[in-house]
């Protein structure tokens, strides 16, 4: 397919793209401790302009030390020191023909007392964030004023570095947003209380910028087309500021919606469709002239394309997607869009931030780690590798060892590929994981990986191969605790659920087990009309799961009117009853039911026979995803992926 209107140029202010697409800021922690642009957020960003992007709006980027850091490892405009390694920034990025923007940031009161040193953060009233739970301290209006310039100051460090516009942070809840929405600016002095009070801040930051920088220095804002939360910005107050804007100068528009407190309207998971969104977009643009860019969890060329058809929107926000494969605009343009590897919006890669890591990708094992892992080594010369197993883990690591020239057969026992994938595509709001079992397995094909399903190999048919490495993908054990009754008709795996091996309807069940696949078997069952009980024994439902993907979830499972208890630890099934025990007061209960789903985890299988005769037989044997170390997709893929990269 021709994406006539993607691949259409543009301009935003006085600087000219090469096409539509954009890549938005999203946090990375791939900056120095000192907010220096790394080699590895320097090569991160340049293999994104490799790959075809038009335009790179860099992670949030820190304007203060003292009340505003967004993340600990974090890019930096704050003095001299860090317009050097911008510099570089920009050179990489600029070889390619993509231009960059530096988004400026300060997350106000969507911060942590921890990141500043012990400071109280600050807002501009002092309106506790719930998802924070830490009460800000309200500015002075001279500390405002200072914020104002230091705003400008890091505007005039991205210029001098040769970086080619800015964009102001205004959306999401952070400190500019704050000042916006009328839920978080409760503010008495002239900045807050009117509309054009409460626009003051964002105002002063912009004319401030248009007096140093002059007018050929594009500038953005990004706002919320609707905060989702009550009280504060609606899509009609959006409109207004849009306008408004526009009005004072500004070069583009970047429309996203949502807060920390709207929970998952700002990186939505997997239920959420390509353009739900998109009437945000669409009303803005409707009223102004400016440049428009929309983020609406786009994943694929012909729905960005569509977009831009039907005027929605003058840019398109390609974000996770650009993480997931660098190369999407380039494969797109050359109509190889059956090897993008498919975001699958999982939020590994926010989750990581979350919990004080770098950013990392589930199907994407290189993000972050571009200069460790550049290019593969074709010195396979022909040797057979025999992988066993076409989950994730096998099906990666024969993607990796093929490119290296390695002559690859993968035996999978089933007829069909994806292993846990395949089985986590089943429940609702979950089809699109197929999408990326047929990214990879056309990966594989392409690559002349000789793919045998339907079939468990003999030690005897893997010597006839004569493999110079065996790597064993078969996945884990399901852990089955040996209790009364456990082995009745009535009791089933998860797994076996989800493998469509029962189907029942208007039943009575209990799935015991609240991590994640037992929380999907669950609304899987519930959709049948099934009534559901969720009994875990830890204190919360949930365990382990982000906590944005819990919320997504059980938001759902609660419309189902399933019931989700914790506390509440299995001893024994008899007679149509899980007897479990209440782990508070040890008070030992009766749950009538006619079914028991058990979703009790897996564990790995490094000590069974079939694995202990590979090792007896075979030299260079690999042991990957599940089958070691239990996990995430994105365990699966990284293991499958560094064991096949680093094979000697």
């Not at 494969?331 to 931030?353: D, F, M, S, V, Y």
Request: one cysteine or more; hydrophobic letters at 35%.
């Amino acid at each position: 397919m021709e994406y006539k209107n993607l691949f259409e140029k543009g301009s935003i202010g006085k600087v000219n793209l090469k096409n539509r697409i954009v890549m938005p800021a999203m946090g990375t922690s791939l900056a120095t401790s000192t907010g220096e642009a790394s080699d590895e957020i320097i090569r991160y960003y340049e293999e994104r302009a490799e790959g075809g992007c038009g335009l790179i709006i860099t992670e949030i980027t820190r304007i203060d030390n003292e009340t505003g850091v967004g993340l600990p490892n974090q890019l930096c405009a704050i003095e001299a020191k860090h317009i050097p390694r911008l510099e570089k920034l920009a050179r990489a990025v600029h070889r390619h023909g993509t231009k960059i923007f530096l988004q400026l940031h300060h997350p106000g009161r969507q911060s942590y007392s921890r990141l500043i040193e012990g400071r109280q953060i600050v807002a501009p009233s002092p309106i506790t964030c719930k998802t924070v739970g830490e009460k800000p301290r309200e500015m002075t209006t001279e500390e405002v004023e200072g914020l104002v310039k230091k705003f400008v100051i890091g505007a005039k460090i991205a210029q001098t570095a040769g970086i080619d516009g800015i964009e102001l942070h205004g959306a999401h809840g952070y400190l500019i947003g704050q000042f916006l929405s009328p839920l978080t600016n409760r503010r008495t002095d002239k900045y807050g209380g009117s509309f054009n009070n409460r626009m003051r801040f964002v105002t002063e930051i912009i004319l401030g910028i248009r007096h140093i920088c002059g007018p050929n220095f594009p500038i953005s804002v990004r706002i919320d087309g609707d905060e989702f939360v009550e009280g504060g910005i609606t899509h009609e107050e959006a409109i207004k500021m849009a306008r408004y804007l526009e009005s004072i100068g500004i070069d583009a528009i970047n429309v996203s919606s949502g807060t920390y407190e709207s929970g998952i309207t700002i990186i939505e998971p997997i239920s959420y469709k390509e353009g739900w969104k998109k009437h945000l977009a669409q009303g803005i643009k409707d009223n102004v002239k400016i440049p428009v860019i929309a983020c609406d969890a786009i994943k694929t060329p012909e729905f960005a394309e569509k977009l831009l058809e039907e005027g929605n929107c003058d840019f398109i926000a390609l974000g996770r997607a650009q993480l997931a494969d660098s190369k999407w605009a380039k494969k797109a343009k050359e109509g190889r869009e059956k090897e993008i590897r498919p975001c699958i919006a999982c939020l590994h890669c926010i989750e990581q931030l979350m919990n004080g890591k770098t950013v990392e990708c589930a199907v994407n094992p290189r993000l972050g780690y571009e200069n460790e892992y550049s290019d593969y080594r074709k010195n396979g010369e022909g040797r057979t590798i025999v992988v066993i197993g076409g989950g994730p883990a096998g099906m990666e690591a024969a993607r990796v060892l093929a490119e290296r020239e390695f002559k690859v057969v993968l035996f999978e026992k089933k007829n069909n590929l994806g292993g846990s994938v395949y089985l986590g595509s089943k429940p609702p709001c979950k089809e699109r994981l197929q999408n990326l079992i047929d990214n990879m397995e056309y990966q594989m094909r392409q690559l002349g990986v000789d793919i045998r399903l339907g079939s468990s190999p003999t030690i005897e048919e893997i010597k006839a191969l004569n493999p110079y490495s065996v790597f064993i993908a078969i996945g884990g054990k399901n852990i089955v605790p040996e209790l009364p009754g456990i082995h009745g008709e009535n009791v089933v795996l998860a797994t076996n659920v989800l493998d469509k091996e029962m189907d029942v309807k208007n039943k009575k069940i209990v799935v015991v087990g609240s991590g994640m696949t037992g929380l999907e078997t669950a609304e899987y069952l519930a959709e049948k009309g099934n009534k559901v009980k969720v009994v875990e024994m830890l204190n919360e439902i949930g365990p382990g799961v982000y906590r944005s993907v819990l919320y997504d979830i059980t938001t759902r499972l609660e419309k189902y009117g399933v019931k989700m208890i914790p506390c509440r630890k299995l001893v024994g099934i008899d007679n149509g009853k899980v007897n479990v025990l209440n782990t508070n007061n040890n008070e030992k209960i009766a749950i009538e039911t006619d079914y028991v789903v058990l979703s009790l985890g897996v564990t790995s299988v490094e000590n069974n026979e079939f694995v202990k005769d590979i090792q007896n037989n075979f030299n260079n044997v690999m042991i990957l995803g599940d089958a070691t170390k239990p996990g995430k997709i994105s365990n699966a893929t990284q293991t499958g992926f560094d064991l096949a990269y680093t094979l000697e």
